[in-house]
């Protein structure tokens, strides 16, 4: 199996689906944890020096962070029907969510200092837009995009139809060159709407130094440390996932693949 394909824990017995960190990645920035949370089950983190951003991917809970009750929020069933309810967290802020019912839960970290306050960040504070024409569109939501305010996190879904493709033209942020192109490592958390099938994912350098295609399935997580990393949805199964960025310059500035730059994004 491939090193960037990370598989989900099978009934944990804490509820952590997947729990990446910069030293499992072997990289220094992005950390990436899904939860699940039982009826009634409550969550609580306080992190020393990393931001976070609390995406309600599926269910609804109460979520406090410090002195700020945010009340009960969230509501989707399922990651495909619509923006989701998240918080912004800086560093030295307890959370804690309870959960209502069941509830899906992913935790996006990245280093900070503490520069902007703790926020909730509601379904119509989502940028949605559709990207790309034809077999290449795919519907965008960003959640925490370069032009929200944190100081190195990025957080963006995206649902991509089944038979279409997805980060595609390829491209890559791996090259510290801004305002070129930016240095940022990544994570995709996938899920399929069947909750079966499959989905492609190539991660790959034009030098051939990485070069990694793999099958995932529902739930699992892609690491991306460098290189160019589009996604096909095969025909019948609709795709989301969810996509943690951050790196040294807070700004999605990317190279396509000049094999393929001749295609509209």
Not at 254 to 260: L, S
Request: charged share 25%; aromatic share 8%.
């Amino acid at each position: 199996m491939s090193p960037l394909l990370v598989r989900p824990r099978q009934d944990a017995a804490d509820g952590v689906v997947h729990r990446v960190t910069p030293a499992s990645a072997g990289w220094r920035y992005v950390g990436f944890e899904a939860i699940d949370l039982a009826p009634g089950a409550r969550f609580d983190r306080e992190e020393g020096d990393r931001e976070l951003c609390l995406v309600l991917v599926t269910g609804s809970a109460r979520v406090r962070a410090g002195e700020q009750d945010f009340g009960l929020i969230g509501g989707r069933r399922t990651p495909f029907e619509g923006s989701p309810y998240s918080v912004y967290l800086p560093p030295g802020i307890p959370v804690s969510v309870q959960a209502e019912g069941p509830v899906e839960l992913a935790i996006c970290a990245s280093p900070a200092k503490g520069r902007f306050p703790a926020r909730l960040i509601p379904p119509d504070a989502v940028g949605e837009l559709v990207r790309g024409s034809g077999t290449n569109l795919r519907h965008v939501r960003n959640i925490l995009p370069d032009t929200a305010e944190a100081e190195t996190l990025l957080v963006v879904e995206v649902v991509t139809p089944g038979g279409h493709w997805s980060s595609y033209p390829p491209h890559k942020h791996d090259t510290d060159d801004a305002p070129n192109e930016t240095y940022l490592e990544e994570t995709y958390y996938h899920r399929l709407k069947r909750g079966s099938g499959f989905a492609l994912q190539r991660v790959y350098t034009k030098d051939g130094s990485l070069d990694e295609t793999m099958a995932v399935s529902d739930r699992d997580v892609v690491l991306v440390p460098k290189g160019y990393h589009p996604v096909g949805a095969p025909h019948g199964f609709d795709l989301y996932y969810l996509n943690v960025m951050a790196g040294p310059v807070r700004q999605w500035k990317f190279t396509m693949d000049p094999d393929q730059a001749h295609l509209p994004y």
